[in-house]
């Protein structure tokens, strides 16, 4: 009973351990994270790294320090660094653990993606946006999408691998938020459908262009909404369907 007692004991306080522990590191990456987003929004590349003098940088010589690291590093891409530290410090103060693996590849694909958006844009606009925004991973990555797809097809796939990394990071799949853009945008065309087919009526009875349509003109027109009403209807019938095929 004694040695049960003993290993209960013993068991608690290891959780206890570990539960301080975690909070402690939380605190820790808050108050990292905190400090590097005052440093990176008062960074200034004329600041020397690791030198005690007097510096432009809001956080100070360490500021100076940790903003010129992470921005020769990654470039834009050190605020995703920065975010990634503040939600896991806060999850772990909260006791609700790190994040899971979604969580991780989409902060990296948004991370990966910002640095390479200020080489890219550069080269589009080069009077607009300055040279060297990107980091050295930046750079690197922003190299080979030129060799590969152009600066522009760049940007293209550096925006789609943004917007996937940054719904993964906040839990939300891809494919269910394609299937939610793309009932927006049916529901948009078919509110643009419904418009123009009352824009044409008034125009008849007004009877001011329908020798111009003609007949077959005038009825497709008029018979617009409800094509785009039923094209609605079936494309929205084949996402549940098809939802309703992963789930099982």
Request: hydrophobic fraction near 60%; aromatic fraction near 6%; charge should be positive.
């Amino acid at each position: 009973m004694a040695t049960r007692n003993g290993r209960r004991r013993k068991r608690a306080e290891r959780e206890a351990a570990l539960h301080w522990g975690a909070e402690a590191t939380g605190l820790l990456l808050i108050l990292v994270a905190a400090l590097g987003a005052l440093a990176l929004a008062t960074y200034d590349p004329s600041d020397p790294l690791f030198r005690f003098t007097e510096v432009a940088n809001g956080a100070g010589v360490v500021g100076a320090a940790l903003a010129g690291l992470l921005f020769r590093a990654a470039g834009w891409g050190a605020a995703v660094a920065v975010g990634v530290a503040s939600v896991v410090g806060v999850r772990l103060l909260m006791a609700r653990g790190v994040p899971g693996g979604r969580f991780w590849w989409g902060a990296a694909l948004l991370g990966f993606s910002l640095a390479t958006l200020p080489p890219l844009l550069h080269v589009v606009w080069p009077d607009a946006v300055a040279a060297g925004g990107g980091g050295w991973l930046g750079e690197r990555i922003a190299r080979v999408e030129r060799m590969l797809v152009s600066a522009w097809g760049g940007l293209v796939v550096s925006g789609i691998t943004a917007g996937v990394g940054a719904l993964a990071i906040f839990g939300v799949a891809t494919g269910e938020a394609f299937e939610r853009v793309l009932v927006v945008v049916l529901r948009g065309a078919q509110a643009v459908a419904f418009v123009l087919a009352a824009l044409f009526r008034l125009v008849v009875r007004a009877g001011r262009a329908t020798a111009g349509l003609g007949v077959a003109g005038a009825a497709a027109l008029v018979a617009l909404p409800a094509r785009a009403t039923a094209g609605v209807r079936r494309i929205r019938q084949a996402l549940l369907v098809s939802r309703a095929r992963r789930e099982r």
